[in-house]
């Protein structure tokens, strides 16, 4: 089945830690996007990216870092300079090719940092 | 600035009932698209719908119907007959459609319906 993965579903680590969360998808998906959801918010974007090799900031990209090696995945660092990492991480891909396209999302990953 | 607002924070409704999800939008651009996504508590977003800006028509599916009006920049979502399946959160969002084409998604803070038997 086609999809977006995301590990693991629960994450906790000490202050001071970076934490890398994975982000998989076999859609053949040009574009990926990781978001951030705190309780009672919408969905906030961290970075995006529509080419291998390449990603941009979204609008709370501070303290968190991107790769895109890979078209399949998009794995998001949440180093120790993020103030307050605890949170809901959304994972999503989409095709490039037209607009409006909708974004496909994975389970999510819920990071708790003591 | 672009712009997404739901002002309902939660919704409780008996199950049967019609509940009406709102969302206001603010955008300069002429050209868009509307999304509704749902959230149940597994917490992976569904997609719901996508309208864009040249097309006011209601739209309906099953139980749900979405009422885009431009002169008011609103895109409500109406769940006819509800079901305790309904309960969830429920994000509208809005994308621009621009030179970059980046595709970004704008969501509302999200309104959390839940449904009682």
């Known amino acids: 089945d086609g999809g977006i993965t995301q590990s693991p579903k629960y994450l906790f680590r000490k202050e001071g830690q970076n934490v890398t969360l994975s982000c998989e998808q076999n859609?053949?998906?040009?574009?990926m996007y990781w978001y951030r959801q705190d309780p009672g918010q919408g969905l906030r974007l961290i970075y995006y990216s529509q080419i291998v090799n390449d990603f941009q900031k979204g609008d709370i990209a501070e303290g968190y870092s991107v790769s895109r090696e890979k078209k399949e995945s998009f794995p998001l660092t949440v180093t120790s300079a993020q103030k307050n990492p605890t949170a809901f991480y959304l994972c999503?891909?989409?095709?490039?090719?037209?607009?409006?396209?909708?974004?496909?999302f994975g389970p999510g990953t819920r990071l708790t940092v003591t | 600035a672009q712009k997404v607002t739901q002002a309902q924070t939660e919704i409780s409704v008996v199950e049967k009932e019609d509940v009406t999800l709102d969302c206001v939008y603010e955008t300069r651009d002429t050209t868009y698209y509307l999304f509704w996504y749902k959230q149940p508590p597994s917490g992976e977003l569904v997609f719901l719908i996508r309208?864009?800006?040249?097309?006011?028509q209601n739209e309906i599916s099953g139980r749900y119907s979405w009422n885009f009006q431009k002169s008011t920049s609103s895109f409500n979502f109406t769940i006819t007959a509800s079901q305790v399946v309904d309960s969830a959160v429920y994000f509208c969002a809005l994308s621009e459609v621009g030179s970059s084409n980046t595709g970004k998604l704008i969501f509302g803070q999200g309104t959390t319906l839940q449904v009682k038997p």
């Open positions: 859609l053949n998906h040009d574009a």
């Open positions: 309208r864009n800006s040249f097309d006011e």
């Open positions: 999503a891909s989409s095709i490039v090719d037209s607009p409006g396209r909708e974004q496909y």
